[in-house]
């Protein structure tokens, strides 16, 4: 081949060769891709022991002690905001957050538009009423007003208890003030959590409440929720788990197994 034709085959060949490396680096930078060197999580921190404020404004608890514990051993810094709990679910989603930490069920609903690591705490619903009510049971109040937090699986408890449109069912940004109206009594009993339940109870004796156990409540199970297709994340947060899960970690900061 002379060397008129072997430029006429060379010319359009590495025009195609420039053009797939284009598409090939366009390709790599529109996955999204990130390094993470610091992880932000976003939670409602007035759900204790899991998360609430310290005397200087921090975010504490139980999802805040797991996270740093994760960071540590994936040498990562973590940080948690207090973003309030419908706002950590859109923050996650739109990228101004990395993920959620807030004693978040794992569901079936929820997987539909967030991943989530596997479970790192089972939990239990548990129905709190005044000491002197006669309440025992959930079918007890099946006809009174719940109070409960909003699109949590307490509220979803009560509405599967009364239907979805049930006008007995107030639901509230947040836990606190679904306990604040059983005590004022705007509320029969509330639905929430057994570990924010119990760890209230404790913290206020005095309260003049009481919790009850129900066998028709399934268990839940907790788990960071990072946004949909995140597998990076995911990926170092289960990694996380799975170390301080092995090293018993996990176990010391939750008092309790899991597996």
């Known amino acids: 081949m002379n060397a008129r034709k072997l430029l006429k085959w060379a010319a359009p060949l590495a025009a195609a060769s420039m053009i797939l490396t284009a598409c090939g680096a366009d390709e790599k930078t529109s996955t999204g891709d990130k390094e993470y060197t610091k992880i932000v999580a976003g939670t409602e921190a007035t759900y204790a022991p899991f998360e609430y404020l310290d005397d200087k404004g921090n975010v504490v608890g139980l999802d805040a002690d797991i996270l ?59 129905i709190v009423t005044k000491e002197d009510s006669s309440i025992e049971s959930l079918e007890d109040i099946k006809d009174k007003k719940i109070s409960v937090q909003i699109n949590t699986t307490g509220h979803k408890a009560a509405q599967d208890l009364q239907g979805v449109s ?13 306990l604040t109206e059983v005590l004022t009594g705007a509320s029969d009993a509330a639905i929430g959590d057994n570990a924010v339940i119990l760890e209230y109870l404790d913290k206020n004796p005095d309260s003049g409440l009481k919790a009850i156990e129900d066998d028709s409540f399934e268990k839940d199970y907790f788990g960071f929720m990072v946004k949909k297709g995140n597998t990076e994340l995911l990926n170092i947060l289960n990694e996380g788990l799975d170390k301080i899960k092995a090293n018993g970690k996990l176990a010391e900061i939750t008092g309790t197994e899991i597996e």
């Open 68 to 126: 740093a514990a994760i960071g540590e051993e994936m040498g990562i810094e973590t940080e948690v905001k207090n973003v309030g709990w419908d706002s950590m679910m859109s923050q996650v989603t739109n990228g101004e957050i990395d993920m959620g930490a807030a004693a978040i069920t794992i569901t079936d609903e929820r997987k539909q538009s967030y991943d989530f690591t596997d479970p790192y705490y089972e939990a239990t619903l548990l």
């Open 166 to 178: 049930s006008s007995k069912i107030l639901a509230y940004e947040n836990f606190s003030i679904a």
